[in-house]
């Protein structure tokens, strides 16, 4: 019957026998997705399997960390981190268009992978062992989305982009191909993957690149992370964390208000709030998020990330407002 320990014990004999001596890669985003099946495959192969993490720089507060520190040390995999920051930040520079932007990660991210994939096919595999797979945390309705074809290795469309170069074939290990979310997650938390990770909320591969209305830099994505990280807290603590399919927090830094404080008036931006409760996100419709809650929010945004002076909240449905602002 099914038992979360039971489909991992028999995913974890596929693998080994997909596998045998061969060595994995996978790319892990710190999604629930490459996280679990990181961690499966890991479970099954242990150190045959490498990760590699690519920090693009536009995750939220903590979100490389949980990947570097916590999945590591709960799983113990072996991580390469690509620290790619500056070389993402000024690929974006001058950069508002959203599909533009998007073009410009994706690119980014292939390239970096690539390079990096590279570099562990010649130090972590040998002629007997050669680095032959990649881990894609393929999900049951992406393969029915996608015709239940069985592709050549891509990285997952996620990133919006297409296959790996010929030099870099590899095999495609899809351990949860069978799953559902929900089955994935009592998966991963059998597997020990932190809670933060296994119930993240999901989030674009474009990351807060697209929540930023305007051109993405340093200084700005600083200032959404503080506060997206407060939005984030004030909603786990009032324990809508379920309740809420996602909720982007988006900079509209091209747009200046004017407040006050103190004895001076400010110049500085607004944020936008944009809770929707969703099953799919094809459709979604705004959260009720109580006014109490709200009201905090905007308050210690306001009081503790001092270029955002206003609030303001979204309550449009998809359709016909898409639940992203870019
Ligand atoms: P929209 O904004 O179209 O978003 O209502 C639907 C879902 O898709 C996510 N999203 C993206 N995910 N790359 C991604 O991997 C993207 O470019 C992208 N754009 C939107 C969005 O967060 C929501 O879950």
């Not at 073009?103 to 010649?122: L, M, P, T």
């Not at 945390?137 to 891509?154: F, H, K, Q, R, W």
């Not at 955002?308 to 449905?317: A, E, I, K, P």
């Amino acid at each position: 019957d099914w038992t979360p320990a039971n489909v991992v014990d028999e995913l974890v004999d596929r693998v080994r026998a997909q596998v045998g001596e061969d060595r994995v890669l996978c790319a892990l985003s710190g999604g629930v997705d490459s996280s679990v099946a990181a961690a499966l495959v890991q479970r099954a192969v242990g150190d045959q399997l490498t990760c590699v993490f690519v920090d693009h720089g536009l995750l939220r507060e903590g979100e490389a960390e949980q990947v570097e520190e916590d999945f590591v040390a709960a799983t113990g995999v072996d991580l390469v981190v690509v620290d790619a920051r500056e070389q993402f930040l000024a690929a974006l520079a001058g950069v508002s268009d959203p599909e533009e932007k998007r073009k410009i990660i994706g690119a980014q991210f292939i390239r970096v992978f690539e390079q990096a994939a590279r570099d562990v096919v010649s130090d972590r595999g040998d002629e007997e062992h050669p680095v032959k797979w990649l881990v894609q945390g393929t999900l049951y309705p992406d393969v029915v989305e996608s015709g239940g074809g069985e592709g050549a290795a891509n990285i997952k469309s996620h990133h919006n982009v297409g296959g790996l170069p010929d030099d870099l074939q590899f095999g495609l290990v899809e351990p949860l191909r069978a799953l559902f979310k929900d089955e994935v997650r009592a998966v991963g938390l059998e597997l020990g993957v932190p809670e933060a990770i296994v119930w993240r909320q999901p989030f674009p591969g474009p990351g807060l690149g697209i929540r930023i209305v305007g051109e993405v830099t340093g200084e700005r994505l600083d200032v959404l992370r503080r506060a997206d990280a407060i939005a984030r807290a004030e909603l786990t603590a009032a324990g809508l964390d379920r309740e809420i399919w996602q909720c982007p927090v988006v900079l509209l830094a091209d747009v200046r208000s004017v407040g006050v404080q103190g004895d001076g008036r400010t110049y500085g931006h607004p944020v936008v709030l944009r809770p929707v409760s969703s099953e799919d996100a094809m459709t979604a419709d705004w959260t009720r998020v109580p006014y109490e809650t709200l009201a905090k929010i905007s308050t210690r945004i306001t009081n503790e990330v001092r270029e955002v002076n206003r609030v303001v909240l979204d309550v449009t449905s998809k359709p016909p407002g898409t639940i992203e602002w870019e």
